[in-house]
């Protein structure tokens, strides 16, 4: 389950606003902020639904490790845009002869 900590950090990391990721999540923003001010936790379904609208948009939750817990991008925005871009050209599919 991640953190408020780490759902903020995430949301900066893919420059997103509360609003943003209640929109995109479907949980309301003032449990978001509580959340992530460390006022209450919500329950998992909650902070697994937050996790996964911040994962589909770019963030990657890193585990206890020895370390701690964190965050990083999984790609970077130009990465990202790219990806975008070739998802929506469309066409046939077909298998790449790469050696």
């Known amino acids: 389950m991640i953190t408020g900590g780490q759902c903020r950090a995430a949301r900066a990391l893919i420059e997103w606003t509360r609003?943003?990721?209640a929109t995109n999540s479907n949980v309301d923003s003032v449990v978001i902020e509580e959340f992530e001010r460390r006022?209450?936790?919500p329950d998992?379904?909650?902070c697994r639904t937050l996790q996964t609208a911040l994962e589909?948009?770019?963030a990657a939750f890193i585990d206890e490790n020895g370390g701690g817990?964190?965050?990083r991008l999984k790609l970077n925005r130009s990465e990202?845009?790219?990806i975008g871009i070739l998802e929506n050209e469309g066409g046939i599919v077909g298998t790449d002869a790469v050696p």
């Open 56 to 58: 589909n948009a770019g």
């Open 39 to 41: 006022i209450s936790v």
């Open 19 to 21: 609003e943003k990721l």
């Open 44 to 46: 998992e379904d909650v």
């Open 80 to 82: 990202v845009k790219r």
């Open 69 to 71: 817990v964190g965050v």
